[in-house]
């Protein structure tokens, strides 16, 4: 069965330092990979997705994705956090049925 | 205009109590989609509509039921509620293109129902 595993469920950064949130899947075949940010109290937005092509991948606000299929991983990378981006993580895939299959989540915090 | 809507924002009610849900989507998608996220932040799929149809409908008990009185709109019925049914229910809306995958959902704000 398909699955997704984020391992950290809370993290904190300061302000200005780089961040890295992991994201392991367990897909038989290619996956379709997702990061969703959750601000408090709104719905998902899309921040990256990766289908096919280039494993580095560039989203929104900032924020970049690498897909490795040796290491079943799809973490997401940015140089440097804004006090906004505290906000839950989801990583998610899509099992190619038309159903997202989303990881536990990662809580960011930023020090100022 | 907000792409998918749902109402109300949040719900309290008595354990017993029958509520709906309402979500609608003015993005023209042909996919509607309610999921539940409970207290620890799990999101997990309930049910997908794909132009009225129910397409996927996960191990849900039988109290919730999904409604699409057209593709546009997907409203969750729930009877008899319980002290566990308390959740944020979010309704999302996506274009499956012609392999099945979901290019992008998009969510609503979410309803937090509490069941008292």
């Known amino acids: 069965a398909q699955s997704v595993t984020q391992p950290d469920i809370h993290i904190t950064v300061s302000e200005g330092a780089s961040l890295e949130l992991r994201c392991n899947y367990s897909?038989?075949?290619?996956?379709?990979l997702f990061w969703y940010v959750q601000s408090p109290g709104q719905g998902l937005q899309l921040l990256l997705k990766?289908?096919?092509?280039?494993?580095l991948v560039q989203g929104i606000k900032g924020f970049e994705a690498e897909f490795k299929r040796s290491q079943s991983s799809f973490n997401l990378r940015k140089p440097s956090v804004h006090w906004s981006d505290a906000a839950e993580y989801f990583c998610?895939?899509?099992?190619?049925?038309?159903?997202?299959?989303f990881g536990q989540g990662t809580e960011l915090s930023v020090k100022p | 205009d907000t792409a998918v809507s749902q109402t109300p924002k949040y719900l309290v009610t008595q354990m017993g109590n029958d509520k709906s849900i309402k979500c609608e989507q003015n993005l023209g998608h042909d996919t509607m989609y309610w999921y539940k996220q409970d207290s620890k932040k799990f999101l997990k799929i309930m049910f997908s509509?794909?132009?009225?149809?129910?397409?996927i409908n996960e191990t849900v008990p039988n109290r919730f039921s999904p409604k699409s009185p057209d593709k546009a709109h997907l409203n969750l019925h729930i009877n008899s509620l319980e002290l566990g049914d308390s959740a944020v229910y979010f309704c999302a809306s996506s274009q499956l293109s012609a392999g099945g995958s979901n290019e992008k959902l998009f969510f609503g704000s979410g309803t937090q129902l509490s069941v008292l």
């Open positions: 509509y794909n132009n009225k149809e129910l397409i």
């Open positions: 998610a895939v899509n099992n190619q049925g038309g159903k997202l299959i």
């Open positions: 897909y038989g075949a290619t996956p379709y």
């Open positions: 990766y289908f096919s092509g280039d494993t």
